[in-house]
């Protein structure tokens, strides 16, 4: 079976780094887009990143940007997100995801991505 599997999380102080790793088994996801989510407590799920198919076009979201850089290597069929200078706001549950077609740009809608991982939490102390 399929599965995306997290890890990288864990507890920082406020101007730290973290990187988090998505690592793919059960199948390849070279050819798929990639996305990074997160849930804070209390928030909606939010694209923090996304990557096309062969890393060649990333995008991050205005809240991140300049801090955060997604990348993926597709021989270790993995994709990272790379946090630099955190905030207590990044607090949150992480989450890598993989859109439903292979091939193709990046994604930035929820709705295009049909395989999940079950998350690694990322705590920013203040």
């Known amino acids: 079976?399929?599965?995306?599997?997290?890890?990288g999380?864990?507890?920082v102080q406020t101007g730290g780094s973290l990187r988090l790793s998505c690592a793919?088994?059960?199948?390849?996801?070279?050819?798929?887009?990639?996305?990074?989510?997160?849930?804070?407590?209390?928030?909606?799920?939010?694209?923090?990143?996304?990557?096309?198919?062969?890393?060649?076009?990333?995008?991050?979201a205005d809240s991140v940007k300049g801090r955060f850089t997604i990348s993926r290597d597709n021989a270790e069929n993995a994709v990272?997100?790379?946090?630099?200078?955190?905030?207590?706001?990044?607090?949150?549950?992480?989450?890598?995801?993989?859109?439903?077609?292979p091939g193709g740009p990046l994604y930035k809608s929820p709705r295009s991505y049909n395989q999940w991982g079950q998350g690694?939490?990322?705590t920013v102390s203040s």
Not at 1 to 7: G, M, N, P, R, T
């Open 1 to 7: 079976q399929a599965q995306l599997v997290e890890s």
């Open 9 to 11: 999380g864990g507890l």
């Open 24 to 60: 793919a088994s059960g199948r390849t996801f070279s050819n798929y887009p990639m996305g990074w989510f997160r849930q804070a407590p209390g928030k909606e799920y939010e694209l923090v990143a996304a990557i096309n198919w062969n890393g060649g076009d990333t995008y991050v």
């Open 80 to 101: 990272f997100l790379q946090m630099n200078s955190l905030k207590p706001e990044d607090t949150a549950v992480y989450y890598c995801a993989a859109v439903r077609v």
């Open 120 to 122: 690694t939490q990322v």
